[in-house]
């Protein structure tokens, strides 16, 4: 029964995630951490029910983090410094970066290669930031200046 609650709650990863999966599903879980944030404020839920939510997703992410360890063949224990102010930020983005073991290690076969839609979400922030340089840079001025002439 236990196992069951868990399963609903908890995403199933396999027992390795490479960079292009755990960067996507990363995104994936701020996008929902987000949405329960705007609509438990809008609907005026309960705040102990907002943070249980949360918590729930915030465990996925810590999980995430633990089977993108195994892939560089570290152990999941090394998640621990995440917990740290400075430090657990910087070993979160060094995450993203270094590769992952080839082949097989001690926590299993290598993890199958990112979907089409992974990369996408896993672009998705650099897409935002390429349009808002645009916009700022381009748009912006085209505006103040059809402003300016009427």
């Not at 309960?46 to 633990?66: D, H, M, Q, S, T």
């Not at 995450?95 to 290598?110: S, Y």
Request: with cysteine; glycine share 8%; proline share 6%.
């Amino acid at each position: 029964m236990l196992n069951r609650i868990f399963n609903l709650f908890i995403v199933p990863l396999p027992p390795r995630v490479n960079r292009i999966k755990h960067l996507s599903t990363f995104i994936f879980y701020l996008f929902i951490l987000a949405g329960v944030t705007i609509v438990g404020d809008s609907l005026h839920l309960a705040e102990p029910l907002r943070v249980c939510i949360g918590g729930i997703y915030l465990l996925n992410l810590f999980i995430l983090k633990v089977k993108r360890l195994n892939d560089i063949n570290y152990s999941g224990w090394w998640a621990l410094i995440l917990l740290i102010p400075v430090l657990g930020v910087l070993f979160g983005l060094a995450l993203f970066v270094i590769q992952g073991t080839k082949g097989n290690n001690r926590f299993g076969p290598e993890p199958k290669k990112a979907s089409k839609l992974e990369y996408f979400i896993a672009s998705f922030p650099l897409l935002l930031l390429v349009f808002g340089i645009l916009y700022k840079f381009l748009v912006e001025p085209l505006i103040m200046l059809v402003m300016l002439s009427w």
